[in-house]
């Protein structure tokens, strides 16, 4: 495992800090096409997505980066200064799913695996590119949240927060890709394509706004917990939704 990349599970809330530990978010974005907005139930404008023919070369450092990662990193470094802040939690219930079911079909053919696509099949592999992308030894994580996207990654926020004195921000990115057609049926209502990235603080005792992981995001569907996400980031935050290209 590469310096700066921490593998981490969710806590319990029984093991979540004490003191309140509540949390804040400064900021939050949304990529997604129309039926995960939907979903989220999301009335601000829908906007294009921003020119990107910077980012397109930033993204060529790593070619080999699968569909599902192209699109968060391009979320993050068009809507952050990832400089800013000093942990990642990333997020997903399903992972690079698509390249693990090629991985697994040419198990079953005996075919040769890619290495290209065997390196990144795993659920930690996003946080890595990152990593090397920015040149960057700061700690992150990767969580298979099972249906509990929201709530157990502002958790991994809220440990790191509250057991790092000195820390002062960090970003928690929710994402999915589209899912294998024969996976469509069964998630038939697990929104699909969608990127969330908010960067959480401490909260100040009694400030508007501050939430707690473990109670404000029970409920077992990643589109409500993302619903009730947009509603305690209230007017400061940036909501912005952008189409997929």
């Known amino acids: ?83 800013q802040f000093d942990y990642t939690v990333f997020c997903s219930r399903f992972g690079e799913l698509a390249s693990i079911e090629e991985n697994n079909r040419c198990n079953v053919a005996r075919e040769e695996l890619s290495p290209s696509n065997f390196s990144y099949s795993v659920q930690n592999a996003l946080a890595g590119q990152l990593s090397i992308l920015l040149g960057s030894r700061r700690p992150s994580s990767s969580i298979s949240a099972t249906s509990f996207v929201v709530r157990n990654a502002l958790m991994d926020a809220q440990a790191f927060l509250f057991d790092q004195p000195d820390a002062q921000r960090v970003l928690a990115v929710f994402y999915d890709g589209d899912l294998p057609p024969r996976f469509h049926a069964e998630f038939a209502g697990w929104p699909r394509d969608y990127v969330v990235s908010c960067s959480v603080r401490r909260a100040v005792p009694g400030e508007a706004g501050a939430l707690t992981p473990t109670r404000q995001f029970s409920s077992p569907t990643v589109a409500a917990q993302i619903g009730a996400l947009l509603g305690h980031a209230g007017p400061v935050a940036n909501q912005v939704i952008y189409e997929w290209e």
């Open 1 to 83: 495992m590469q310096d700066g990349i921490v593998a981490s599970r969710p806590q319990n809330a029984a093991e979540a800090p004490s003191g309140g530990g509540q949390l804040v978010i400064d900021s939050l974005y949304i990529s997604a096409d129309i039926d995960a907005a939907g979903r989220f139930q999301c009335g601000y404008p829908r906007q294009p997505r921003p020119d990107s023919a910077g980012l397109s070369a930033q993204l060529q450092k790593s070619k080999r980066l699968s569909s599902l990662s192209r699109k968060v990193l391009r979320h993050l470094l068009t809507h952050h200064d990832l400089g």
